[in-house]
Antibody
Framework: EVQLLESGGGLAQPGGSLRLSCAAS????????MTWVRQAPGKGLQWVST????????IYADSVEGRFTISRDNSRSTLYLQMNNLRAEDTAIYFC???????????????WGQGALVTVSS | QSVLTQPPSVSAAPGQRVTISCSGS????????VSWYQQFPGTAPKLLIY???ERVSGIPDRFSGSRSGTAATLAITGVQTGDEADYYC???????????FGGGTKLTVL
């Protein structure tokens, strides 16, 4: 059974940084791309970033490009999201999700973690 | 502002059929596959439909998906109170080179 467990959420000040982690189990982690999707309070889903299974291709939403960095440690089956220069509008629940293939171009996300809350406020 | 457009809400009486629309463009739904997700308050989204009409294992056949041109539809027949949730469509956008979602539709079962 696929399991994804996010951690690292919390309160950060505007301009500050946080790093989210997503521990994966139940599948061959390095075979699949992984993604981050966020949901602001009371709002819809917003795709943030996707990283290929090998870790050599990353894509980002325009709203986070240059501020967020997605990475992975395949030896630890863990996905990361380094968030710098945080803004109030980054406040959201951040979900990690498994992609059904190893490349970043994907039409769906079959498995999701429970999410980690990030609050950006002074 | 979401790339894919969904109605904010739909409602139906128990046992009725309800449809949720998802409108896109030639760069997303028009040339790429569509997926549908169900989300209950305080929980993670759950994949229901992928590749336009393929149901995930374990999803009742009351749920079905279709696509025509630049629009997709999720249909739920025999709606139940337990189906009350938010529903999101998703796809890939070739021009944006990004995954995209609709704004979500809240289903109320009256």
């Amino acid at each position: 059974e696929v399991q994804l467990l996010e951690s690292g959420g919390g309160l950060a000040q505007p301009g500050g940084s946080l790093r989210l982690s997503c521990a994966a189990s139940g599948f061959s982690f390095d075979t699949y791309a992984m993604t981050w999707v966020r949901q602001a309070p009371g709002k819809g889903l917003q795709w943030v970033s996707t990283l290929s299974g090998s870790g050599d291709t990353a894509i980002y939403a325009d709203s986070v490009e240059g501020r967020f960095t997605i990475s992975r440690d395949n030896s630890r089956s863990t996905l990361y999201l380094q968030m710098n220069n945080l803004r109030a509008e980054d406040t959201a629940i951040y979900f990690c999700a498994k992609v059904p293939i190893s490349e970043v171009v994907t039409h769906y996300f079959p498995s999701w973690g429970q999410g980690a809350l990030v609050t950006v406020s002074s | 502002q979401s790339v894919l457009t969904q109605p904010p809400s739909v409602s139906a009486a128990p046992g009725q059929r309800v449809t949720i629309s998802c409108s896109g463009s030639s760069s997303n739904i028009g040339k790429n596959l569509v997926s549908w997700y169900q989300q209950f308050p305080g929980t993670a989204p759950k994949l229901l439909i992928y590749d336009n009409r393929e149901r995930v294992s374990g999803i009742p056949d009351r749920f079905s998906g279709s696509r025509s041109g630049t629009a997709a539809t999720l249909a739920i027949t025999g709606v139940q109170t337990g189906d009350e949730a938010d529903y999101y469509c998703g796809s890939w956008d070739t021009n944006l080179y990004a995954s995209v979602f609709g704004g979500g539709t809240k289903l109320t079962v009256l």
